[in-house]
């Protein structure tokens, strides 16, 4: 790993509202049009939205029926995973063919160690003609920012948006910084953010004149990572990209519920969605885990090792015995979910004595269907009611795509 804070060339890459994006590719009458991803219940909340949309003041993490309010007119997408997987996985072989060392910090978002590269040729020239194949190939546009670290360039992303670039010379990285709000900091959640402006701190420029023992007093531990980037100082190293180790699902419900068959139904559904996700991903899991939150908020998790599998057949049964063992309060369910771990690749491996063939047909012929109609379009009937939450967004437990968490 490189830690010259003084030589390095990192650059941030950010796909623009990447749901977004993905649903107008496929379906063009969307271009110019206020746009939500999210869930549409009570409960639900924005997983992303257009830049039209946030003109209304919209934004991520928004409760739903507040954004609605705002934007009557604006078009509500629930998500689909299968899309945006695909996309994300054609951007990233092109960035794992052009770049020695990247990491891939979520599904939308990378970061590439170009160190070196201007030996060879310009790192600018060559990052922004690796952005314009990115677009040519995939036609998703995308902003990044270059500088010497992490920090400044995922900051010089976000003023570069969008579909822009950004370059930050070496030796101006504070001087870039200044005038913008400490909230552009990558760590200034809007707890910490308040707590800043109740200190009079509002300016990066402020802290960058602040004594380090001050920030300390402040914001203890955190302060000091704040002050330092605040500075433009950053040597945390590019991560070289790996694939998730788990894959998992959960489900809040409207109204918390002691319906047992509905409850087993919606399991059902999960294990079974997740295992195509593995099978699809050409992964095997050897770990399934299940979790139930009551009314009292009050979490249990029961999980269990098994051989290597992706099969319906014998995950199905596991999850559903997981549950009968764990659920025993007899309270109402506000949330449920479903992880299978301890991932590798792999095809599945039929047990001895069972009829290979025929679930390798079966299991190909699903697939099939799901692949080309989509991910819940084939399903067993006693999940058939969750056939309503089919289109997956992170913010209401639909299962993710095999790819890192944003924040793992």
Excluded at 145 to 167: D, H, M, R
Excluded at 343 to 370: C, P, T, W
Aim: hydrophobic share 35%; charged share 25%; net charge positive.
């Amino acid at each position: 790993m490189r830690t010259d804070n003084s030589s390095r060339s990192i650059v941030h890459m950010d796909l623009d509202t990447f749901f977004v994006s993905c649903e107008r590719l496929q379906d063009s009458r969307l271009k110019g049009k206020p746009i939500l991803i999210g869930g549409t219940s009570d409960r639900g909340v924005v997983a992303s939205c257009s830049y039209e949309a946030r003109h209304f003041g919209i934004h991520s993490a928004m409760p739903m029926k507040m954004a609605m309010e705002r934007c009557p007119e604006a078009i509500v997408i629930k998500g689909n995973a299968s899309i945006y997987s695909k996309h994300s996985e054609a951007v990233t072989e092109i960035i794992r063919e052009a770049s020695p060392l990247f990491e891939k910090s979520s599904i939308d978002e990378f970061y590439l160690d170009m160190t070196g590269m201007d030996h060879f040729f310009g790192v600018r020239s060559y990052v922004s003609e690796l952005r314009q194949k990115i677009m040519r190939e995939t036609g998703l546009p995308i902003s990044f920012g270059l500088s010497l670290n992490k920090t400044v360039s995922k900051i010089a992303t976000g003023e570069a948006k969008p579909n822009n670039q950004l370059f930050i010379d070496s030796g101006t990285e504070k001087q870039f910084l200044q005038p913008l709000s400490v909230r552009k900091i990558p760590m200034v959640g809007l707890k910490t953010y308040h707590t800043l402006c109740n200190l009079g701190i509002r300016k990066i420029q402020t802290i960058q004149q602040m004594p380090l023992e001050m920030m300390e007093t402040a914001l203890g531990k955190n302060g000091i990572g704040i002050w330092k980037k605040a500075q433009g100082i950053d040597l945390s190293p590019v991560i070289p990209y790996h694939e998730r180790k788990s894959i998992s699902t959960e489900r809040t419900f409207d109204r918390d519920t002691i319906d047992i068959h509905k409850l087993q139904g919606i399991l059902t559904a999960m294990a079974e969605n997740l295992a195509f996700q593995l099978r699809r991903g050409n992964k095997v899991t050897a770990c399934v885990s299940v979790k139930i939150r009551y009314s009292d908020f009050q979490t249990q998790t029961l999980q269990k090792k098994i051989p290597y599998t992706a099969a319906d057949h014998e995950l199905i049964p596991l999850v559903l015995e997981l549950f009968k063992r764990l659920y025993n309060r007899r309270l109402l369910v506000r949330l449920i979910g479903v992880n299978y771990s301890s991932l590798v690749n792999g095809y599945h491996q039929m047990k001895l004595f069972e009829d290979a063939s025929r679930y390798a047909r079966l299991y190909q012929a699903l697939d099939h269907i799901r692949n080309r109609y989509g991910d819940r379009s084939v399903m067993k009937a006693i999940g058939m009611e969750t056939k309503s939450i089919s289109r997956w967004n992170p913010f209401t437990g639909e299962p993710p795509p095999l790819l890192p968490n944003r924040r793992s």
